[in-house]
């Protein structure tokens, strides 16, 4: 059975800083692993998504990576602001569902 | 246009009624799905449909009656509500360039 664990489980950070968001999983089969951000009572909006045979992906100040041998992915975040205060989901492929990770709630301050 | 479409966004309902949640997405993906957030925040699958067949369904309660009339539509009925079920419904799509969520249907039972 995958589990997927996210650390640390709260953050907060000044902003201007950068910062890493870590993943783990149990069972390294997968097919993709997606990040994801939350707000306060909102849906999930996807940020990246991580092909299996990749290694990293970057969108503007996001840059997700993915060890599957050692079944890790890590979120980095450049040069944080306030609006990137949510929290962030990390959540693993396989062939028929996506399992979620716990989630690390990010605060990040003037 | 919103990608995946749910209603109603908020739901307050007495213990054992019986309700529906409809989801509809336009990005003609074949598989649809339920998730459900719980008070802690994690989410976890419940159904997955693909073309309209029943593909995954995740040891939930045979109150909860999936229908896919077609494949842009996954609506959720449950019936005889407990207050249990109070939690954050969240339909999906998916295709292989990621999984695109709604925004959530907050059922409240009383």
């Known amino acids: 059975k995958q589990e997927v664990t996210q650390i640390p489980a709260a953050l907060s950070v000044p902003e201007g800083e950068n910062l890493v968001l870590n993943c783990s999983f149990t069972?390294?089969?997968?097919?993709?692993l997606q990040w994801f951000r939350q707000d306060p009572g909102k849906g999930l909006t996807s940020l990246l998504l991580i092909q299996s045979s990749q290694r990293e992906q970057t969108s503007g100040r996001l840059n997700a990576s993915l060890d599957k041998s050692s079944g890790r992915s890590t979120l980095y975040i450049a040069a944080s602001q306030p609006g990137d205060s949510a929290t962030y989901l990390c959540?693993?492929?396989?062939?028929?569902?996506?399992?979620f990770g716990t989630g690390t709630r990010l605060q990040v301050t003037l | 246009d919103t990608a995946v479409s749910q209603t109603p966004k908020y739901l307050v309902t007495q213990m054992g009624n019986d309700k529906s949640i409809k989801c509809e997405q336009n990005l003609g993906h074949d598989t649809m799905y339920w998730y459900k957030q719980d008070s802690k925040k994690f989410l976890k699958i419940m159904f997955s449909?693909?073309?309209?067949?029943?593909?995954i369904n995740e040891t939930v309660p045979n109150r909860f009656s999936p229908k896919s009339p077609d494949k842009a539509h996954l609506n959720l009925h449950i019936n005889s509500l407990e207050l249990g079920d109070s939690a954050v419904y969240f339909c999906?799509?998916?295709?292989?360039?990621?999984?695109?969520f709604g925004s959530g249907t907050r059922l409240t039972v009383v």
């Open positions: 069972d390294s089969a997968i097919y993709n």
């Open positions: 959540a693993v492929w396989t062939a028929s569902k996506l399992t």
């Open positions: 449909y693909n073309n309209k067949e029943l593909i």
């Open positions: 999906a799509s998916s295709a292989p360039r990621g999984y695109t």
